[in-house]
């Protein structure tokens, strides 16, 4: 597992498919931080619905690095769960590191505010990314082309899943509860009181389910396609 892991965090490297999503992130924080300093609660449930994307995409690209052949000798070496789970963790390190960047980075641009509830907003920002970490790494996932068979199906996947994300997550109805609660999160965290805490555990649980509903499809297509 080990071994799969470092493998695929090298061949992502210096393969040069970590530089777009990282052009990416750079860029998206930029501009969130770039308009003035906010309370910390609100940056950074923003920050982690704008990183959704690209932590998705991070996924994919990561998944679609391994040529197929290679990924089947690996299935053969270690077992299809334990392939499959490898390539799962390598894509929630990266977005961790990701995330350890987002949360860094509107200090270097002063886009805190300071005397807002500071330890509470951190926090919270804390929780809003580890939120849209697992739903990222799982539509990423359901994108790779070991599910879908293609590139060109693989990036409609992913991008009609993050629209949906946005689009459902902003709308009052019930549809919401069809996408994790990435949008519904930082709506939330940029109210003008502090969520309660049976909100919070609202929000992790939405996101728990429906991650755990993600990865058993990712798994069961896995398996189907194998």
Known sequence: MTALVTMRVAGFVRGGRALAPLIAVLVELGVIYGGGASPAAVAYGYSAAALFP??????????????????????????????????????????????????????????????????????????????????????????????????????????????LVVVLGLSGSVAPWLVPPVMATARVLSGKDLPQLGTLVLLAGWAAGWCVAAFAGYGWLRRARA
């Open 54 to 163: 690209v932590l998705a995409w991070l996924t994919k690209l990561l998944l679609d690095t391994e040529p197929d052949v290679q990924r089947r000798l690996a299935r053969l070496a270690v077992g299809p769960r334990r392939e499959a789970t490898a390539g799962v963790l390598t894509a929630v390190l990266l977005a961790l590191v990701v995330c350890v960047a987002a949360m860094v980075a509107p200090w270097l641009f002063h886009g805190i505010d300071t005397r807002v509830d500071l330890g509470a907003g951190l926090a919270l920002g804390v929780l809003a990314h580890l939120l849209a970490v697992p739903a990222a790494v799982a539509v990423g996932a359901l994108a790779s082309r070991a599910v879908t068979g293609s590139v060109r199906m693989g990036v409609t996947v992913l991008v009609v899943a993050s629209v």
